[in-house]
């Protein structure tokens, strides 16, 4: 059965009413000052070597797409070129991580925007990535896990805690659903944002049943229903949205070696294509979800303005960082790959704080922060990623709920009105 409101333990809260708020947000805003200074050729290099690694892995992957899928290389390459490449470098740089030291590449409004050509040659993924800066850049970051954050997780996984099914039956679902997430979900989603919001820039009104139903999240085979069509515009999204993935990542390739090869090595290339989906889903799924779900978070039912004091005191208790690469005892590569795997989203707590730094700066925001939260008593979560999926699953099942912040704890002077389209 689904647990509908997490139990209160007493005194569970009690840790808010010793912060002293003020002094947590004069410390978190200098931290970010003093490495924003910092940044430079040093975190450009960086990002360009992880771009170089993406390169070659998906030019690995699609030159051995004709060969067995039983060799593993290929779907394995292209897997993890695909992960890295929007974990890594399109999230950081569509931040503005790096629009500070390359005014050109790698700045913000630049990197992968401006049509197909710029989306194929800098970040082809199943979302857009204009509607990727609306619904992650804006309403996630600035509403996070509260009510008009997209991306709260236990409201998106209620039809699954609520649906009347065997708990054992729910867990073996999920692989399923985590294994196609991006292009059933969130490509969707991501679009209907942009359109709301450019609708809302328009000066367009949307009837009440359309703004009520916008608020849960549209999953791909609902988008001809009445009111989701009008969320979806489902033509116009397969055209913009989908189009250029399908054709440029599946259908190209697999014409290329069907010209060259024949059936076998054709038939070979749609079996990669599907393994490394299927592997590229599971493996951001995995180091994306977990990063705001579990019991042990907060959600909120108020929203809070940016760079206050409670905003950052939000992003550390709703958020949740992994293992990091910065083990003195590894050597740097490992540590790199450490990071690099996680898409640097082992460092979510520092990101959600200052989301316009480069991926160093996170690695070296992280122990700092974490002694800051120590020193004010705001708890710092940070486990496994394999922790946290686990806790993430028990949401998703309804086996736990998230934590609701108390509002009488809440710094009334600190919260705004909603970010949702009215």
Not at 17 to 42: A, Y
Request: hydrophobic share 40%; charged share 20%; net charge neutral.
């Amino acid at each position: 059965m689904c647990k509908t409101t997490a139990e209160v333990a007493p005194g569970r809260d009690d840790w808010v009413k010793k912060v002293d708020m003020e002094k947590f947000r004069e410390e978190m805003e200098c931290l970010g000052k003093k490495l924003r200074k910092e940044e430079g050729k040093k975190d450009i290099e960086h990002l360009r070597s992880l771009v170089n690694v993406c390169d070659a892995l998906l030019v690995i992957g699609l030159a051995m797409l004709g060969m067995s899928p039983s060799y593993v290389v290929s779907w394995m390459a292209l897997g993890i070129a695909i992960t890295v490449r929007w974990g890594s470098v399109a999230h950081h740089i569509s931040h503005g991580g790096y629009s500070r030291c390359d005014t050109t590449d790698y700045k913000r409004g630049n990197f992968a925007i401006g049509g197909t050509w710029a989306r194929c040659r800098d970040w082809l993924d199943w979302m857009l990535p204009e509607a990727w800066d609306v619904e992650h850049n804006t309403l996630h970051h600035y509403c996070t896990n509260e009510i008009d954050d997209p991306d709260f997780p236990q409201r998106n996984f209620e039809p699954i805690r609520e649906i009347g099914l065997p708990i054992w039956v729910k867990w073996l679902l999920l692989p399923f659903g985590m294994m196609v997430w991006k292009w059933v979900y969130y490509a969707v989603n991501t679009w209907k944002h942009l359109l709301l919001q450019t609708a809302a820039k328009e000066g367009k009104t949307f009837p009440k049943e359309v703004l009520e139903r916008a608020e849960h999240p549209l999953l791909i085979y609902q988008i001809f229903g009445k009111i989701e069509y009008e969320l979806a515009k489902p033509w116009m999204m397969f055209w913009r949205v989908f189009a250029p993935y399908v054709f440029f990542r599946m259908v190209l390739p697999v014409s290329f070696f069907a010209y060259v090869g024949g059936y076998e090595p054709a038939m070979n290339a749609v079996m990669n294509l599907c393994l490394a989906e299927a592997w590229a889903n599971l493996h951001s799924f995995i180091i994306i979800v977990p990063n705001h779900a579990g019991d042990d978070l907060y959600h909120y039912d108020t929203h809070v303005k940016p760079n206050t004091a409670t905003f950052y005191m939000r992003q550390v208790v709703a958020s949740v960082d992994y293992h990091t690469g910065s083990n003195p005892a590894y050597p740097a590569i490992v540590n790199e790959v450490i990071d690099a795997l996680q898409g640097y989203l082992n460092y979510q707590i520092e990101h959600h704080c200052f989301p316009n730094m480069s991926m160093v700066s996170y690695r070296k925001a992280q122990p700092i922060v974490k002694e800051i939260c120590a020193r004010h008593g705001v708890p710092y979560v940070q486990q496994p990623v394999w922790t946290r999926l686990y806790k993430t699953c028990r949401v998703m099942v309804g086996s736990e709920t998230m934590r609701l912040f108390p509002r009488e704890l809440e710094v009334q002077s600190d919260l705004g009105k909603s970010m949702a389209v009215h």
